[in-house]
């Protein structure tokens, strides 16, 4: 590891955030419109945390992780405003080949879909050797050394003789861990995981959590972790952000959350979530959907689905409100009921 | 891989039987007596009653059919009625003036359409995409000898760059390439149109699958991620329609040989056709439906060179 | 996929807004326009009979009498060209109409019957597709003599193969969809299924394939006329004027050339109708 590495992980090993996303607005042409799809998103992820983001799909949360790493394709999607701080620097900031030099770098992702998000004609050594090829100057030789030496690390049985293997050679859940041996080729700070495991069973799933939850620790990573699913939320995250129609409508410590659910969007996930401890009858689907891009309602985005609405809901916007703890809630509402 | 190969031969014979059941009874369809086709209006009885023994036409339909096939499978496609020369022999005399001009002309094809696909994909509904559709929407609408023509007229009649007619049978080894130039860029520029379509949408559709997005996801540049993670994976529905251009290809080739004078197939059917030669036609149709057959089994191989997916079993 | 029938009309509206902003499939539809027109109405438009000649004017090149020259008889080339538009078109159209019958005919019985019937069909049809579409049609036309019936079914046989496979893959999907299932529940024959149910559901393909497949009609068409076995004379085809002009191409150059010019602006024009067509019906090419 050169020296640059190893300084910016001493600064990471503060308190401070390692990646800083502040005010991020990233939009859709619809029809000649723009759209947002993320709107003044505000989000600090700390050195060796597991943040994870949760939502309904439709609420921006991928988007969020597309933006950070300005993967959104390339006509039709934009980012309108904001900044996202990585290392002093601005990414919204800087040029294409510059931003080539962070991905896979110092910032790494792996994505939902282990079945399609692989090279079907390279030879997954070769997929994983690529990232130390281009960012270490490795030679292939020795690049496909250290491949060997990653799949070892996601336990891949029998390595070396896989190597030259093709994805199609692979189960899903063997695949998301050379994805996920990509990511970690070129020792990243930060890990961005787009629903690493929804496609897996859940045998599959609760084992690749358990090896992210590993590496993350060995590598020293901070991770963002996006989920559709509480359950996984719970196993693996620090702290939780909930996201609704592309803005952030509670956050707070994975403890703090489960233990006082405020706003009325993720109590609603709560009582949707399967739970050991209850009967699979007592589950509550969440009627309705994220509405469209192209028809945001005014006021309280949740307003039509949600139970507690008042006509105040769809007058104003609510803000996003701090507590004291740290607790942020955007639903006045419940926090005038808790105030009372 | 050879196994696969063999295999695959095999399994072409049913689909050989039923071309040649076809060109069988294509052959049949002749309305009226074939030999007083062949032999005009003029003919004495005595000589049709020859021709019609010498053609088999006299024996029942069915004996005729097994005569035919078993002629096929044993290599012999008669002789031409004009030249009294076995088919064969015809044929392979021309045939690498033909070969000779279709390879040049799928190099020009995929060495100017891949480069011409590949950057209007990448620069989607901007002017390298608009300027590459026309052109190559362009190449699509000409009838080869209509192209053909104008590049003889602004080529060699108005510019004199380049001889008028084709390749003579002599000459030295830069005459032939002379000659060999205009016809080549004729059919070189049709096919560039055919791959540059096709690989403009194959790129299209590969540029938005998951894999592209990880592999930006890892840091590979631009130009890497085109051609080492899109064009490679667009490559195999690429090669599905160059081997099915060969038709085409071939077709197109034919019609160029008659424009610009050259030997080859092309110029073996004209005369074929004119003499009413149906030996000579039956022959060179069979000979084309064994080709065709070998290139799909070729364009299969292919697959492999460029698709781990596929297995050779 | 999900319902068929609530979204057709909307689906049709957006594939008509998709072909409208298309400023290509306007420029491809005028020319196209104004070619059917000048064949229609030849009469009215000649500048002269097309097969009055004139002895003295023999290859006059082009001249204010006559814009695009005179041939070996002395013929008016321009009244030629529009009156030979009236069989090339006529040729293209017919030829390509009886293919995509037949072949849609085909395709559905071969996505709908599927097993070995599918199996053995498509292997042919494969066949079909991959030998040369003009020898194809030169052989044929060279064994059925040159007429002008002759030439449309040597075209046609050639066209059979594409437009069975347009068929034949919607029928395999549709016919898994629930309203088949329901039909065929109701008892309702496969004539029936085939014919109402599921061809409905397809023309649209079929009709966009048209009018690239048409364009190709049209240049095998000249092709075949070029090489002689075409229309038999006086009459004319665009193809058949360019081999009487090809012989002595470099003296009396407008024979040859303005007759290419014609079937080269329309295919041009059909392509890009029919490109825009495709354009507008496939939701797929059309997403930003």
């Not at chain 1, 910016?8 to 042409?29: C, H, N, P, S």
């Not at chain 1, 996006?226 to 609704?244: E, F, K, S």
């Not at chain 2, 003029?42 to 049709?48: E, G, N, P, R, T």
Request: hydrophobic share 55%; glycine share 8%.
């Amino acid at each position: 590891m050169d020296q640059a590495v190893a300084a910016k992980e001493q600064v990471a090993a503060a308190d401070a955030a390692v990646l800083d996303i502040r005010g991020l607005r990233t939009e859709f042409r619809i029809g000649g419109q723009w759209h947002a799809a993320v709107r003044d998103l505000s989000l600090a992820l700390r050195a060796n945390e597991t943040l994870a983001i949760v939502g309904e799909s439709g609420s921006g949360k991928s988007v969020t992780a597309l933006s950070a790493l300005r993967l959104l394709p390339s006509a039709g999607a934009r980012i309108a405003a904001g900044a996202v701080m990585f290392d002093g620097r601005d990414l919204t900031k800087l040029s294409e080949a510059e931003m080539s030099d962070v991905r896979g770098n110092a910032i790494a992702m792996i994505f939902q879909e282990p079945m399609t998000s692989l090279n079907p004609t390279m030879a997954i050594g070769d997929q994983i050797a690529e990232a130390i090829v281009i960012h270490r100057g490795a030679a292939w030789s020795s690049a496909r050394a250290q491949a060997l030496r990653l799949l070892d690390e996601v336990k891949i049985p029998a390595a070396a003789t896989r190597l030259d293997d093709y994805p199609h050679q692979f189960s899903g859940g063997m695949r998301q861990r050379v994805m996920i041996a990509m990511a970690l080729a070129c020792r990243p700070q930060v890990l961005l995981a787009d629903e690493p495991t929804t496609a897996l069973d859940v045998t599959i799933q609760a084992q690749v959590l358990r090896q992210l939850a590993e590496l993350k620790r060995a590598y020293g990573m901070a991770v963002l972790f996006i989920t559709h699913n509480l359950g996984v939320v719970a196993q693996i995250a620090d702290r939780v952000a909930v996201m609704y129609a592309g803005e952030i409508v509670e956050a707070a410590s994975v403890a703090d959350l489960f233990a006082r659910p405020t706003h009325p969007y993720t109590a609603a996930l709560l009582r949707a979530m399967p739970r050991v401890d209850r009967d699979a009858a007592g589950l509550e689907p969440i009627p309705g959907g994220v509405p469209a891009l192209t028809a945001m309602p005014t006021g309280c985005f949740f307003a039509p689905r949600c139970p507690l609405r008042q006509a105040s809901c769809t007058a104003q916007h609510p803000e996003l409100l701090r507590f004291p703890n740290g607790h942020e809630v955007r639903c006045p509402v419940v926090l005038a009921e808790a105030a009372r | 891989m050879i196994q696969y190969a063999i295999r695959r031969l095999l399994l072409a014979i049913p689909t050989l039987m039923v071309m040649l059941t076809a060109i069988f009874v294509l052959v049949r369809l002749v309305p009226g007596d074939p030999a007083a086709v062949i032999l005009g209006d003029q003919a004495s009885d005595a000589s049709l009653e020859l021709l019609r023994a010498k053609l088999g036409l006299d024996q029942p339909i069915g004996v005729q059919y097994v005569a035919f096939m078993h002629d096929v499978f044993t290599g012999h496609l008669g002789r031409s009625l004009s030249s009294g020369r076995p088919v064969i022999q015809e044929v392979l005399g021309v045939l690498p003036w033909t070969i000779e001009l279709t390879l040049a002309a799928i190099v020009i094809g995929v060495l100017l359409g891949l480069p011409l696909g590949v950057v209007a994909a990448v620069r989607r509904n901007r002017w390298p995409d608009y300027a590459s559709r026309l052109v190559s929407l362009l190449g699509l609408s000409f009838p080869a000898f209509v192209s053909g023509i104008l590049l003889l007229i602004v080529f060699a009649v108005e510019l004199g760059w380049l001889p008028v007619l084709g390749s003579g049978d002599a000459g030295s080894l830069g005459d032939r390439l002379r000659g060999l130039a205009l016809p080549a860029i004729n059919l070189g520029l049709i096919m560039m149109a055919y791959v540059a379509r096709i690989t403009r949408s194959s790129m299209l559709g590969v540029l938005g699958e998951d894999y592209i997005r990880t592999a930006r996801a890892k840091g590979v540049r631009p130009f890497r991620l085109i051609m080492r993670h899109a064009l490679r994976n667009a490559l195999i529905p690429i090669i599905t329609v160059v081997g099915l251009y060969f038709g085409t290809l071939v077709g197109n080739s034919v019609l160029t040989e008659i424009i610009f004078n050259r030997p080859g197939l092309g110029k073996l059917i004209l005369g074929a056709l004119n003499a009413r030669d149906y030996t000579l036609l039956q022959g060179l149709m069979i000979m084309f439906a064994i080709c065709v057959i070998l290139v799909n089994i070729a364009t299969d191989l292919a697959y492999g060179l460029v698709d781990p997916r596929v297995k050779y079993r | 996929m999900t319902t068929l029938a609530p979204t057709a009309a909307t689906r049709r509206a957006r594939a008509w807004d998709t072909f409208s902003r298309n400023r290509l499939s306007w420029i491809g539809l005028a020319l196209i326009a104004l070619i059917v027109l000048a064949a229609i109405a030849a009469p009215l438009i000649a500048p002269h009979d097309p097969l009055e000649q004139d002895i003295v004017a023999r290859l006059d090149p082009p001249s204010a009498e006559h814009w695009l020259g005179t041939d070996t008889y002395g013929r008016d080339v321009l009244s030629r060209m529009i009156y030979a538009a009236r069989i090339s078109l006529f040729v293209g159209f017919v030829a390509t109409l009886i293919a995509m019958t037949i072949g849609a005919t085909i395709g559905i019985l071969c996505g709908y019957v599927g097993g070995w019937f599918d199996q053995f069909m498509m292997g042919l049809l494969d066949v079909m597709l991959a030998f040369p579409t003009l020898l194809l049609g030169l052989m044929i036309a060279a064994m059925l003599g040159a007429s002008l019936h002759n030439l449309i079914i040597a075209i046609a046989i050639t066209e059979i193969a594409p437009f069975a496979r347009i068929a034949r893959a919607p029928t395999i999907t549709l016919k898994q969809l629930d309203f088949v299932e329901a039909a065929r529940a109701l008892g309702f024959g496969p004539v029936r299924i085939m014919g109402v149910h599921i061809l409905p559901n397809m023309i649209s393909d079929v009709v966009v394939m048209g009018s690239l497949w048409m364009a190709s009609a049209i240049r095998t068409e000249a092709a075949l006329s070029f090489i002689g076995l075409g229309v038999p004379p006086p009459a004319a085809t665009w193809g058949s004027m360019i081999r009487e002009g090809f012989d002595n191409i470099l003296d009396t150059w407008w024979l040859s050339v303005f007759p290419s010019l014609a079937i080269l602006a329309t295919v041009l024009a059909l392509n890009l109708l029919g490109d825009a067509l495709r354009d507008a019906a496939d939701p797929k090419l059309r997403a930003e």
